[in-house]
């Protein structure tokens, strides 16, 4: 299997950070068209457990568009063969020193790069 094979991690990497550009501009939008829309997606927040994409996106349609923005600290992107990606990101929320992370795991499927599963939290 190849490991972070340049072409695919290049892909991932856009879709990425097409996302980490729409979850701060809180573009709801793109993110909705970024994760797959299948009753099977889940999506683990600091607060909230949402299962399949109605639950989530009726999350982000309620959730506050204030104090989205982030400092990144850290991401790492790792593609498995052609079709699979894990995206990992550690955070600190602007005016804080609480790092939070956000992990992610995309799929390749026919509609494109979206993520199936994703985790946020806050460490103490």
Do not use: C
């Not at 109605?54 to 506050?64: G, Q, T």
């Amino acid at each position: 299997m190849d490991i972070n094979r340049p072409d695919v991690l290049a892909d991932v990497t856009a879709a990425f950070e097409r996302y980490e550009r729409a979850l701060v501009g809180n573009d709801i939008t793109v993110l909705d068209e970024l994760f797959s829309a299948r009753e099977h997606t889940v999506r683990y927040g600091t607060g909230e457990n949402l299962y399949g994409i109605e639950a989530i996106r009726a999350f982000r349609a309620a959730r506050s568009p204030l104090g989205l923005a982030r400092e990144v600290v850290r991401t790492q992107i790792t593609t498995y063969g052609d079709a699979f990606a894990t995206t990992h990101l550690e955070f600190r929320r602007a005016g804080s020193q609480r790092l939070g992370r956000q992990t992610q795991s995309w799929v390749k499927l026919p509609e494109g790069w979206r993520v199936v599963s994703a985790h946020v939290s806050l460490m103490a």
